[in-house]
Structure formats: structure tokens, C-alpha cells
């Protein structure tokens, strides 16, 4: 299930980041994931203050694999806020951005390990890309982490995929 939400966000642009979003949701989540998958998606100003920017995108607790049974398993639930670009084509490829991520979590692609930390205590979360451990997630330089590879290749890919879709459905 999706839900999308805004806030302070001019009517035109929050059509087109629904829009987007549900495009990217039917795209990227597995048609047999979705009934067990809730994303709950918030495009928010830009105007916040800088302490709360740090709380955009796809928070590391949530995409800590869950134990059942004693296997780690993905997620099943997300929460998302992404921060309104100061133009809408960035708009659009950082919502690309974040739902290549949130695919990647629930198809299991990418796994977090570890328990979120006490206060005041550093995250000491294990990234496992594609079956395999790859180590501390910080220790990993964003630039080398194959999961931000991926989600920077087909960003462009996927928001280029919504716009001539869109185009077509305006031809019509």
C-alpha cells in the first residue's frame, strides 16, 4: 500500500510527485510484494530548518532486515520523507532516488544488520548487498556503495520513463 502526503508543496508539483510516486511504486515493487509492502511517502517543503533535514529520505532504522524464524527477512514497512528540490526535475530524481532504495530493501537486494543504537551511541549497522556482507555501512564510502551506484544509474532512467509515459497519456 501506498500512501503519499505533502507538505507546503504548490498543488502542481504535488500532483506530479503523486503521479510519480505511484508510476515508481507499480514499477519498481514486485506485483506479488505489494499487498504485504506499506510505503508512506512525504514530499515536504524546502523551507525546514536544518536540523530536520537531516531526517529526509530512507531512514537506516527502517531498513533494518527483521528476523523471523531466526532468517533475516526485508522490511515491510517504509517511511520516506523527501525534501522538495528547488527545481522539479531534482524533484523528480530524488523521488526516483528513494524509491530505487526502498526496492532494493524490500526485494531484499539490500539488507541492514545490527540494532538501532542507544542515544548519544554510534550506528554500527552491516550492509549485505546481494547476499553478501560487505561491512560497516560507514565504513563504505558513499561513492563506492553499490546500492548508490545503482540508485544514481536508474534515477535518470526511471524519471525519464515517467515523463514519456506522461507525454503519451497527454497525447491521448
Known amino acids: 500500500m501506498l500512501t503519499f502526503e505533502t507538505h507546503n508543496i504548490e498543488p502542481a508539483l504535488a500532483e506530479l510527485g503523486e503521479a510519480a510516486s505511484r508510476y515508481f511504486h507499480d514499477r519498481l515493487i514486485a506485483p506479488e510484494q505489494r499487498a504485504d509492502v506499506s510505503i508512506t511517502l512525504r514530499l515536504v517543503s524546502n523551507d525546514m530548518t536544518p536540523d530536520s533535514t537531516s531526517m529526509t529520505g530512507l531512514q537506516r532504522s527502517d531498513m533494518l ?32 532516488h528513494e524509491w530505487i532504495h526502498i526496492a532494493q530493501v524490500a526485494s531484499g537486494r539490500l539488507m541492514l544488520h545490527g540494532q538501532p543504537p542507544k542515544p548519544g551511541k554510534p550506528e554500527k549497522y552491516t550492509a549485505q548487498w546481494l547476499g553478501h556482507k560487505i561491512g560497516l555501512i560507514d565504513q563504505i564510502p558513499y561513492t563506492i556503495r553499490p546500492w548508490e551506484l545503482e540508485a544514481h544509474e536508474y534515477q535518470h532512467k526511471l524519471v525519464s520513463e515517467f515523463v514519456d509515459r506522461f507525454a503519451k497519456d497527454e497525447d491521448v
Open 65 to 96: 532486515a527483521m528476523k523471523r524464524r531466526g532468517k533475516p527477512v526485508p522490511p515491510d514497512h517504509f517511511d520516506c520523507v523527501i525534501l522538495r528540490q528547488d527545481d522539479v526535475l531534482d524533484t523528480m530524481l530524488k523521488l526516483a
